[in-house]
């Protein structure tokens, strides 16, 4: 029995082996992207400022809709509040983010982001903005922002 032979985009990247069945699957190829997308991270953002992703993620979503509470966070992240809460302790020692009592439910804590959060978000934002881009030079402006969409959109069934 001859086999044909897989055309370069079925091979791994590198190693160079055949996929198979998991070339056409989402899961893999988003674990093959994270690869690229994780590096990315750690040398742009993870080691020069010290964040881990996650963190970056909770900076990113107080600042952008603060004041927020960690109840709201969890769920954005898919995780449970006392599990963000280790997190977020984290954070605050670094005095990164505060939490404070609502003036309207006092049994609810908002959290904002500090000045030296902001700083550091804003540019871990924009180290991962040009880290990305180098990583999607070899696609079009149209092909980004359809990547992206689709992604987003991929995303949102989380909402059912």
């Known amino acids: 029995m001859t ?6 985009a079925e091979l791994t990247p590198l190693g160079q082996l055949e996929e198979g069945g998991i070339h056409e699957l989402l899961g893999y190829q988003l674990a093959q992207a994270s690869i690229l997308t994780t590096a990315a991270f750690v040398r742009a953002v993870g080691k020069p ?4 992703k996650v963190e970056f993620t909770i900076l990113q979503l107080v600042h952008q809709n603060s004041p927020v509470t960690a109840t709201q966070v969890a769920k ?5 509040t006392p599990g963000v809460t280790i997190w977020l302790d984290r954070l605050e020692e670094r005095g990164l983010l505060v939490r404070e009592r609502s003036d309207v439910d006092r049994r609810t804590q908002n959290l ?3 000045r030296k959060g902001q700083a550091l978000v804003v540019s871990a934002l924009e180290r991962l903005r040009q880290a990305e881009s180098e990583i999607l030079d070899n696609l079009s402006a149209g092909e980004r922002h359809m990547l992206l969409e689709l992604l987003q959109k991929v995303a949102r069934l989380r909402k059912r």
């Open 112 to 114: 904002s982001i500090t």
């Open 3 to 8: 086999r044909d032979t897989p055309s370069t």
């Open 76 to 80: 954005a992240l898919a995780v449970t």
């Open 49 to 52: 400022l010290e964040l881990r």
